[in-house]
T-cell receptor
Framework: GAVVSQHPSRVICKSGTSVKIECRSL??????MFWYRQFPKQSLMLMAT?????????EQGVEKDKFLINHASLTLSTLTVTSAHPEDSSFYIC?????????????FGSGTRLTVV | AQSVTQLGSHVSVSEGALVLLRCNYS??????LFWYVQYPNQGLQLLLK??????LVKGINGFEAEFKKSETSFHLTKPSAHMSDAAEYFC????????????FGTGTRLQVTL
């Protein structure tokens, strides 16, 4: 079945530094990738949608200059949290979709626990 | 805009008992509907999805869900709970168009007791 690899699974960084999270579709081409943020005991909040070769579309309230998304190939998308602060600490999850339309299915990565100290 | 409502943020059942997790959707046209399970500090795993074929959808691990248009519901059931079913469950909805994206419910934590 479809597999999405997300790395790192856990990262601790100092306030003011940047952190990059990678999301790779291992056995399929992901035309669209999604980035979510999840606070403890809460649901997933969509941050942005990215299509290969295009600029990401950010949800309302998400700072595009803080959360940089790159989707340079059909198998790789990255999320960079720039100038991280403690309030950016969260669980970040990526999802990849093959084809167009929801019936194609969405495969999720295993998530990245970011802690900013 | 489409949305889903999960009734009950926390459900507790005994091992071997019926599992029923409720999900109601709001959409002007029948959407695609999904159930995902999340274990602690992990991503989401698809249990099953409804994409306008059969209204009774069978998924992995013995779970199934029935799409009921008249009730705008897509409840998740399992005849007999197992300890390993303890996890967070999310219902999600997606429009059927090409620009679709998932919208999640608030989640239901399933606890299974001996």
């Amino acid at each position: 079945g479809a597999v999405v690899s997300q790395h790192p699974s856990r990262v601790i960084c100092k306030s003011g530094t940047s952190v990059k999270i990678e999301c790779r579709s291992l056995d399929f081409q992901a035309t669209t990738m999604f980035w979510y943020r999840q606070f403890p005991k809460q649901s997933l909040m969509l941050m942005a949608t990215s299509n290969e070769g295009s600029k990401a579309t950010y949800e309302q309230g998400v700072e595009k200059d803080k959360f940089l998304i790159n989707h340079a190939s059909l198998t790789l998308s990255t999320l960079t949290v720039t100038s991280a602060h403690p309030e950016d600490s969260s669980f970040y999850i990526c999802s990849a979709r093959s084809g167009t339309g929801g019936a194609g299915g969405y495969t999720f990565g295993s998530g990245t626990r970011l802690t900013v100290v | 805009a489409q949305s889903v409502t999960q009734l009950g943020s926390h459900v507790s059942v005994s091992e071997g008992a019926l599992v029923l997790l409720r999900c109601n959707y709001s959409s002007s046209v029948p959407p695609y509907l999904f159930w995902y399970v999340q274990y602690p500090n992990q991503g989401l795993q698809l249990l099953l999805k409804y994409t306008s074929a059969a209204t009774l959808v069978k998924g992995i691990n013995g779970f199934e869900a029935e799409f009921k248009k008249s009730e705008t519901s897509f409840h998740l059931t399992k005849p007999s709970a197992h300890m390993s079913d303890a996890a967070e469950y999310f219902c999600a909805v997606s429009p059927t168009g090409t620009a679709s994206k998932l919208t999640f419910g608030t989640g239901t934590r399933l606890q299974v007791t001996l």
